[in-house]
């Protein structure tokens, strides 16, 4: 009941209560784009574009699903549209620098290294091993695997922000951990 004051509230315009949105959401909206987009600072800049739609957009939400459910579609819809334009842009200076002869850019920032390098430097590559294989997943398996185990979403939860069966998210659950195991089997089984 809380919510649903707080969208009334924000549908009259009340600014605290649309800070009180961001405060209570903010964490949940910038982790769900961090799951999806691998970069902190990027996963920040989409939440904020998150709860910009949301203001200016708070008269469509009617109340059938909960805030959470909304908050969670427009950052997955965000932090989709930002990975397509990311490879769009990749793939350009990738093209670029072929035609200036520089052969490799990295993307990615390097951690800090601590005091035990060989384990962070085997750490971070296990990351990346298995970033890579979650990104490779078909899009809706990567979605609804991401919500499940990096959000801690309910199957439930995940079928409502996703539009689909309890059923069907169950299968795609199923079939990204089959589909990982595939890819991650050949790194991690010596």
Avoid at 19 to 36: R, T
Avoid at 46 to 52: C, E, I, L, P, S
């Amino acid at each position: 009941m809380k919510d649903y004051d707080l969208v009334e509230r924000i549908k009259n315009q009340d600014e605290s209560a649309f800070k009180e949105l961001v405060e209570s959401y903010q964490d949940m909206v910038i982790n769900s784009c961090y799951g999806l987009l691998h970069d902190y600072n990027e996963a920040e800049d989409v939440a904020q574009d998150v709860f910009v739609e949301v203001y200016e957009s708070i008269h469509k939400f009617r109340g059938d699903s909960k805030i959470s459910t909304w908050l969670y579609r427009i950052a997955i819809n965000k932090s989709i549209n930002t990975t397509k334009k990311n490879k769009l842009r990749k793939f350009f200076i990738k093209i670029e620098d072929a035609f200036n002869g520089v052969e490799t850019r990295n993307y990615e920032k390097s951690d800090d290294i601590n005091s035990k390098p060989l384990q962070r430097l085997e750490s971070i590559e296990n990351k990346a091993i298995i970033k890579n294989a979650i990104d490779h997943l078909p899009s809706n398996q990567k979605i609804a695997f991401t919500l499940h185990k990096y959000e801690d979403v309910s199957y439930k939860e995940i079928a409502e922000i996703m539009d689909l069966s309890l059923s069907s998210v169950e299968s795609l659950i199923f079939r990204a951990k089959q589909n990982l195991k595939k890819k991650l089997v050949q790194y991690f089984i010596k």
